[in-house]
Every structure is written in C-alpha cells, then in structure tokens.
C-alpha cells in the first residue's frame, strides 16, 4: 500500500509538473552568460579607489568597469561613501558622464576629482532633489586625443534607463588572467583596441587590471557588501525583459488542462489516503475557496488568472493584478477565498442540526478548519497576505519579527498536540523569514524613490534586481524570479490606509465574532428549525472537555436527567445520544442504566427498554428487575395488558435492594392491572415491612395501589397511571378519601382525625379542606353532631359565597348533602394530574 502510495506521488508530481510547463505560468529561464566566473569583490564602506599611472585607453577600459559599479551602487538607492582618487586629467570626464546619466538618483552622494596636471580639484555632487546636469568637454570631440574616443563612446552609451554598453566585472588580482582574457576578446569583437603590438598590448592590459585597484585603507567598522557583477545583473535584466515581453496564449485550453488534471489528482490523493467522503469534502472545499478567489480577480481586472491544485498540500488561484490597483480590491481578493467558505461551513453545521443527518456535520467543519486555517496571519495563507497589506507593508520589519514569534508558536502547538502538520507550517514560514526581510529592506529602500513616479515596470525590475544583487549574501536568480513580482506588485500599488485595515479588521471581526455568535444563538434567533439553545451548547462545550470517557458520560447522563426534569425530553435525548457515544467502552451496568434513562423521555420507551432487556438477560445483571419493572410500566401505558411479564411478589436472589424493591412495585403494578384489591392488600403488607420506611418507591406505589382501589370502588376498569410521587400526609388523606368513597367511613375518619390531631398535615392552606372532608366523613356515618359543630368552626375560615358554592344548604344543620360526588371526583382528578413534588 505505501509503495503504491509512493508510486502515484511520483505520477502526481510527473504530471503537475507537466500542465505547469504546458501553461507556462513562468516562462522564464536562466540564460547562462558569456563571460561566466566566480565573484569576490567586496567594496567596504569609505572604500577608495587608487588608480595607477597607466596613460593608455585600456586602462580607461578597465576603470570605465570600476566606475560602472559607482554607477549601479547609486542606482540601487543605497548609501555609500567612497571617494574615487584619479591620477589622470581624463578620468574625471569619465565620472562625470556617469553623474549625468545618475542624473534622477536621489541620495546624496560625494564624487571628488583630483587632477595631477593641474593640482586642482573640483567637486561634482548631487543632493536629493536637486537638479544636477553634466555635459562632456568640448575637447572630447577631438578624435585625436587617445581617451576621447573611449571617453565619447562611453558617455554616448549612457542613458538615464541603461547600463555603459561595454561592462566587465569589476576586477580581482586571483582572476586577472581570465578577466583579462575575456575582456580583451570582447574589445577585439568590438574594435576597441588597435593592434600595433599584440603581445605588448595584451600584457598591458593585465597590467591596468591587475593595478586599477587596490585597498588605501580600510575602516575599523566597514560594512561588507556581497559580490557585485555588473554583466550578472544585465543579464538578468535582459532576460526579465525578455520573458515579459514573450507572448502569453491567448487560448484558455491550457489553463482548463491544467486545472482539471490537478483537481483530479488532488481528489484522487486525499481519497485513497484518507476516505473517499472526506477527500470529496476537501476538493469541495478547497474548490469553492479558490473560485471565490478567481471571482474576485474577475471582477478586479485581474489578468491571466489560472486555478490549479497540488495534491496533499492546496490549490493556488493566480493572476496579474493590474497596475495602481487600490489596496482594498487586492483585500477584497484575499478574502473571497476564506469568508464565503465559512459562511458555508456555519450553514452546514445549522443543517445538520436541524436534519440530523451527521455527512453536513462532517462537511461544516471541513469547510470551518481550512478557511480558519487560511485566515492565521501566517505565510504563505490569505492572512499572511492580508496582515502585509493592510498592516505590515507600513511596518515591514515588524513583520520579521512577528513570523519569528509564529514559527515558535506552530513548533509549540506540534509539540502539545502532536500533530506534524504544525511541525510542516512552522518549517515553511521559517523557510520564508529570510524572503520577508529581504522583500521589506528592498521595499523600504525603494519605495521612496519609485512610488507614485509613474515609472515602467522594466525600470523597477531593473531597480529590483540592482538591489537583490548587492546582498551580502544573493539570493539566486530562481529565487529572485519568484520574489520580484512581490515588489513589483507593491512598488505599483499605492500602500493600503486606514480605510483599508479598518476593512480588514471588520471582516476578521465577522469571521471571529459574528458568525460564531449567530451560530451559537441560532437556536434562539429561529426558534421553529429545531436547533439546539445556547444553554444546550454551553453544556456541550462542557461535555468536550471531559478528559475521559466515565468523566465524559456521567455528565451527560446528569445533564439529560436534569433536562428531564425540567420537562425538556428533546434536550435530554441529545445528552443521552452523548452519552451513547462513549457508553460501549464502558460496562453493561451503564449501558443498562442509560436505556433507562432514554426510554423516559424517548418516543420509542419499548424497543429501547427491550434493548436493556436483552443486555441484561445476556449478561446476567443484577439490574435484569429494573429493566423488566420498566418494560411493564411501558406495555402497560401502551395498553398492552396481555403481553405484561409475569413476577411474583419474591425477586430473585440476585437482585439489588433497590432492584427488589422495584420488583415488588411491579408486582404491585401488576396487580392493579388486574385486581385492585389485591394490590391494596399487598400495599398494606409493605407498610408493615420494616424496611417500608426507606423504600425509594414508597409513595409511588401508594398512589397507584389507591387510585386503582378507588377505582374498582367506583366499577371502572384500573387506567395506567402516571409517575409521580407524593408526600405522605397528601398519601394518607388520599387514603381516607378512598375509603369515604368505598364506604369505609370510619376508616376515613380515623385517617382524617390522625392527620388533624397530630400536626402531620404540614400544607396548612389546605386544613379546612381536611375538616370539610372530615364533616362530611362524619354526616355519612351519622355523627351529625360533631359535623355541624366542625362546621361552625369553619365559618370564621370560609367567606359565605365559598360555602354557598360548596353546596352548604343550612350552615347550623347538615340537612342536605355538603359536598356532591361530583366534587370529589374532581379533587382526586386534580390529584391525579398534578405534578407534586415529594
């Protein structure tokens, strides 16, 4: 499998390599230049030149090379100091047309001539802004003289825009011989030099080379600069002229070749290593980031805009921006990728919400982890490009410093989550820390002398790669290819205002605060599309930060019982589910446990209990009587009377105390179903139990037992009865009305009478209550005189119109009936659907 894995990488890579040739999306290529040779010269700052004595014109060829350097130093906007020293009086003509052609460089700089001929010397300098023209001698016309020729040439050949035509390296004692061999062909091709002596000539010329320059001194801090070639860097811009002035294709066959071979294989390589509904998911996702992008450049006036993918890693949308473009488009750009991405991804998590359907969960947050990730401040991600824009690009340097403090920050987060994909970004954006200072020192440097002076972009390449060349240590001509289109675009484009970063600050505002905020109150925003509550995912933020599975379920399980009892069964269904999650890598007993949980408030109380059912009786558990007594509360509310399993009063030795008292409520259950007043029997046993006391189960089983008596009382048939519970005083008077309903007046009575005389009522409220229930108790045993002298009592505490509805025809005498049946119907109604807490 991993040889197989390796072999498609390697096809992968073979043809993404091939559409990338095909497309030409960089159709330049190094040209190797003629002459080609190792460079070591280093111009210290304060260097000075000292030339020789030599008086022939091939002297004055090798110093036009040395002042070509003075020439492209100026030109590349830095700020050397050095003095050239001339023992000639032809010299200075040379200096001085270099300072014409420098005419429009800026920085001031100090040029000084001395004459030996005249023991003079006169000074040429140019201050920034000021205007400084130079004109050759009218003497250099004379072609007679032995450096006017050269020194004509040489001033006609420069230009505010271009080199000296004829240019060597600046020379080096350890490669004088094959400088001067090179450079005396060049000047044979050119006809430079007159052949009178040959040999004599030739040895003259390594000569003039050999001592054109030399070190007069060398300062205590001098800045050392990198190896400069003035044919290197020609030629380099020559053929950046030459590769952008090569025509593109017009047809846009290649650019669809490109990308539907890459997105194919970019499919193809996440589905065989991941899953084949996740590597959709990331092409889906990954698709609508880059069409986002490609739009937004349509829309901006991109030109050559182009998609394509690399398998494993991304995808890429490319295109030329075009010049001024204002900095918010280019914002605007970069953030058509990842914001409608997560808009998407928000939207998907709503959907699976709502449906149930987990696929739209998983794509939400495939959607919501990449265009999260593509938002970090990081390069080469959208927000790296959109923190240099808006931010960085006014403080550059910062910038270094800031990807310095990410890679320690992505390092970190590999190390804690051990996960070699932050170990990959950390290694990337260190990789780009140098091409970051190097892009703001370049910017920096150019960015007063070019912005908003209109000029070509052959000119600012040409400015570009005069300052990439003069690093101490050069980056090499691939990697200055790539990065020159980075400063091209931001010397082209006016810098981003506060406009733009406070464009840039809101849309992260959105992306960080507001569509998090609607997804977690959508619940509340839409309250008819079923979606979950903010307190529902508060209580799941804390069910993810359970360290362990028992921690995980015991919490759900709590929460679920505690939305339960709140009477929210939908929201304590979706703890439960929670728990089911993490309930089989834990024992039967809490599988067991959760069923019963669930088959309280699920719509489906049967098949989840009969699942409980099964994974006892299988395992044998202890609480088998728990399940059964439950899987019979549930026939029985479904009115499935004859499918009721049959117990016996006695558990099973195996069952728990609690389990056998909840055998015996089953069995009490049971009996009410079918002989009421078989149960009441039962339920008396129970109450001479010693353990009646502490039994969990007490007052449901009380109200069941007498409701049902109270029902066969009255000739109807036993009704499944709700799981509530009740305090004992409400139990007994329960009782005593049941008994005054089946005639048992004197046990009404007696049960009435304990609950007034010893204090155990504790509902105050509802005392007279008990005293009419205890005169009426007493008028249908015929104690009328004690009923009528509790009813006086009862005058002080009822107002008139409140006895008149109670039917009270003589308040002295009781010679009619005080209370209709009907009223105590009523009241045991009001009983039986109240919820009253124990």
Known sequence: MILAELLFLVLAVLVIAWCIQVYQLRAVTLVPETPQFVDFYQLPENYQLVLGEAKDELTMLGFSNVLYYAYRYLASDAEPRFGLWLSHAQYPVLAQAVLAANGSFGRGYEITFYSALSNSSTKASR?????????????????????????????????????????????????????????????????????????????????????????????????????????????????????????????????????????????????????????????????????????????????????????????????????????????????????????????????AESSGEGVWNRFGMVFLILNYLNLAPILPFDGGHIANLAFFRHFPRLQVVVNYVSVAGLALLGVLLASPLFFLLAAVNLSQTRIMGLLAKTYQALKGRVLGQGLPESELARRIIANLDQEPKPLSWAAQKAIIPQLLSRLQSPPAGALTFIFAVSQYLIALLILPGLYFFSGLLFPNWGLPTPQMRRDWVRLEAAKTDRERFELALQMGRESAAAGEPERAMSFYEQAEEVAPQLEIADQIMLDLEKAEVSDQRLSILNHAKLLAERHQSPFLGSVLIRLNEALYEAGQYTSLIELGPTPPAQQSPNANFAWQRNYIDALCALTPQKAYGQLAQLRESPIWRDYPFQMAVEMQALLA???????????????????????????????????????????????????????????????????????????????????????????????????????????GTLFRNSVLRQYLSEIHSAQIEP
């Open 127 to 351: 201050n920034q802004g000021a205007e400084v023209e130079f004109s050759p001698p009218d003497w250099l016309t004379l072609t007679n003289h032995p450096s006017a020729n050269l020194g004509q040439l040489f001033h006609n050949h420069l230009s505010h825009f271009s080199a000296p035509a004829l240019t060597t390296q600046p020379p080096v004692r350890a490669f004088a011989q094959q400088l001067a061999a090179d450079t005396w062909s060049q000047a044979l091709q050119k006809g430079r030099i007159h052949l009178d002596q040959p040999n004599l000539a030739q040895m003259s010329w390594l000569y003039a080379l050999q001592m054109v320059t030399r070190l007069k001194k060398t300062p205590k801090n001098a800045v050392q600069l990198g190896p400069f070639s003035p044919s290197r860097t020609l030629a380099k811009e020559e053929e950046w002229r030459r590769g952008q002035q090569k025509p593109q294709a017009k047809s846009n066959w290649n650019k669809l070749v490109l990308f539907l071979a890459s997105m194919v294989l970019f499919g193809l390589a996440f589905g065989l290593s991941l899953d084949w509904q996740l590597g959709l998911m990331i092409l889906a996702a990954v698709l609508i980031h880059e069409l986002g992008h490609w739009i937004g450049m349509l829309v901006f006036g991109y030109s050559d805009t182009a998609i394509f993918f690399i398998p494993w890693v991304g995808a890429a949308t490319v295109g030329k921006p075009p010049t001024n473009i204002a900095a918010w488009k280019q914002l605007a750009v970069y953030l058509l990728g990842p914001m409608p991405g997560l808009v998407l991804g928000f939207a998907c998590l709503l959907l």
């Open 709 to 815: 008596r109270a029902q066969e009382c009255q000739g109807r048939s036993p009704l499944p009865l709700p799981p509530f519970t009740i305090s004992s005083q409400q139990a007994q008077r329960l009782e005593a009305l049941i008994a005054g309903m089946c005639e048992e007046y004197s046990t009404a009575i007696r049960l009435e009478t304990e609950i007034l005389e010893t204090g155990r009522f504790s509902l105050s409220s509802e005392k007279p209550m008990l005293q009419l229930d205890l005169a009426y108790f007493l008028t249908q045993n015929g104690e009328t005189q004690k009923a009528n002298a509790l009813m006086k009592s009862l005058n002080t505490q009822f107002e008139p119109d409140v006895l008149a509805e109670m039917n009270v025809l003589d308040q002295d005498t009781l010679a």
